[in-house]
């Protein structure tokens, strides 16, 4: 039986690397075969990750978390307790979405943003901003998406505002 010590204070638990990345998985945990682990990611807890999620860099889904559909969560980023990422949210940086919060839809989450309570973010950027905005981006609301995209995301999405 492999171990791992997820450094949450439990010690080394039973654990496996995941088929896709290659990253830690703890055996109370479920990930779909469909999904993705990176090589430095974490997935502990009795977390379920399933169809093509994506979890990269050092990213950590634990507790009672969900992950689902086209859903990344990425760099040092942290899906904790029973919080939900779906759709094809992004949750990235060192942003943590916590307790029953629901990342959903097109919705990317990045900086060091907290989503937590029973906020619901659903299409729209949320950076270390105090609210998490509407539906319809403001200038300001702009300018933090393009803080999260790539240079080439950030190349399309001007040119797509100014087609």
Known sequence: MNTFDFEDGLGPVAAHQHSKGGGWVADTAHVADTAYVGVNARVF????????????????????????????????????????????????????????????????VCGTAVVSGSDVISGVIKDNAPSPGTTSLSLDDMITAAKCLSENDRKALVLSLTS
């Open 45 to 108: 807890g009795t977390t379920d990750v399933s169809d093509n999620a994506r979890i990269t860099g050092k990213a950590q889904i634990d507790d009672d978390a969900r992950v689902c559909d086209d859903a990344v969560v990425s760099g040092n980023a942290r899906v904790t307790d029973s919080a939900v990422v779906s759709g094809s949210a992004v949750v990235k940086d060192r942003a943590w979405v916590t307790d029953n919060a629901v990342v959903k839809d097109r919705a990317w």
